[in-house]
């Protein structure tokens, strides 16, 4: 069987990579000098200046012009299982969560939050908007909806320094049970970069969750697009393997 | 499913040949992902009619240890073919059109040593042996994913005379008796290089999704690394989960 041989760009970003695995490299941390690795590794200095960019680009490096390349900070890690907030989850990486609560107001299901609500147009529903940021810097901007019967009052409420789950739980009884999320890519309005400091166009996650409380029924809707250089969303899975056959399983 | 009675000389050829043929599946003759000899072949290496060697074949892939594909031949499955019933807790791929026809297109399997990186995710020393993996899959001609695997070759050691398009790792594994039990999954935005791209035929500004995966089997030993590049105007992710009780 053929040994592989990986082409000059590949090799560059899994040695690179390879630096950063078992904090041989912790973030903060300087990076050898490009020519140091150019030599030690028998690659040209282009190959490794791209490869550096394109970890630049995801978040894994961090360029200072005069002063070198760098580990980036570690990513905010969002675990998909458990229904941890933001903060709690923060708080485990020893990290601190701040919001800025951009909208809050009631507002009326569209066509499209009335699919998902399961209810007639003109649903009332609050619309809360808010930029997370982590450490201090921007993260994701977050839009919920609720359904407005269920949180009269919502108003009154410091969603600036509480979590928004928390404040349904213990003011309104409304415990998120299960839920749903979809991932996929969008690219950053204007508004959005401005919001968290990033060039129009860049590309986000884009993630739509969808939480049903204990009674089953919809209980928040939520748009976020976040930054990928500064977020990483981890799930555990479990596989359930049967044999195929025509006995017992 | 096993012979009633045991075969000898005045047993019909075709339930020789099926014996025949189960044994050299079991000594290793014919080894689980390979093709068998096809069915002139047999007809003229034992001098038996050919519909003698479909019926022996035929029995066998209706006991599943044989497996007919169009086009390729039949292929030993050896161990029963596992299948993944279920996933809890995983991303699943949610495409954002349907499609017709999906594709698999092999552009790599190869031998390497882990290195560091690969030996960091598997947990394995860096100069432990590892195939490499590369495939494509498509929907209706267009690229929809680029999968990379990292894979222990004492694991899985006749890979290399297993046919990828055929058979899918994790098929691979069953041949071999291991079980995955678990894994962990990471997602994020990628920017690719420009021979990536081409592949996936993007624009490598855009970025990708990139799910890695390790996946371990019952035992706790991890049996793959995956990489999976994703395009994200065809396919977003999904997550159920649940409050634990």
Redesign the interface.
Known sequence: ????RP?P??RA???L???L??Y?LRPGDRLPSERSLSEAWGLSRTTLR??VA?ME??GRLLSRPGSGTFVAPE?YTRN????LSMSQAAAQQGRKVTTRLLELRRTECDKHLARRFNQVLGYPLYKIVRLRSVDGEPLMVETSYIPARRVSGLEDKDLEHNSLFRVLEEDFGI???????????T?ATAEEAELMGIETGS???WIVSMTYDQTGELMEYCRSAAR?DRL???????????????GEA | ?RHDEPIGPKSPLYLQLRELIRSKIENGEYLPGTAIPSVGALAETYGIHRLSVRSAISALIGE?LLKSVQGKGIFVVGE????????????EQ?LKESAQRSETRLL?????PA???Y???LGCPPEEPLF?VKRLYLLDGEPLSLEEAYVPQDLVPNL?DVDLNVFTLHQVY?FYGI?????????????L???EARLLDVDPH????TLQ?V?YDDSGRAVEFTRTHIR??K??????????V
């Open positions: 069987m053929q040994e592989y082409r760009s590949a970003r899994e040695l990579e390879g630096l695995v078992d041989r791209s490869a394109l680009e995801d990513k998909l299982q458990g229904l415990l998120p049970v299960q839920g749903e999320e979809k991932i996929g890519i690219y590309p986000l996650f990928p990483r969303i981890t799930t555990a899975m479990e596989l359930r393997t049967e044999e195929v056959d025509g | 499913m599943g029963k073919l596992a299948q993944d019933l279920e996933t809890a807790g995983g991303f949610t790599i399997k190869a031998a390497r290195g560091t990186l030996a960091g995710r490499y290399p069953a079980r995955l039990a678990r894994g962990e999954q990471s997602l994020s935005i990628s920017r290089d420009a021979a855009r970025g990708v999704l995966c996946n994200g105007d396919c977003e992710l999904n997550v159920r989960f649940q409050r634990e």
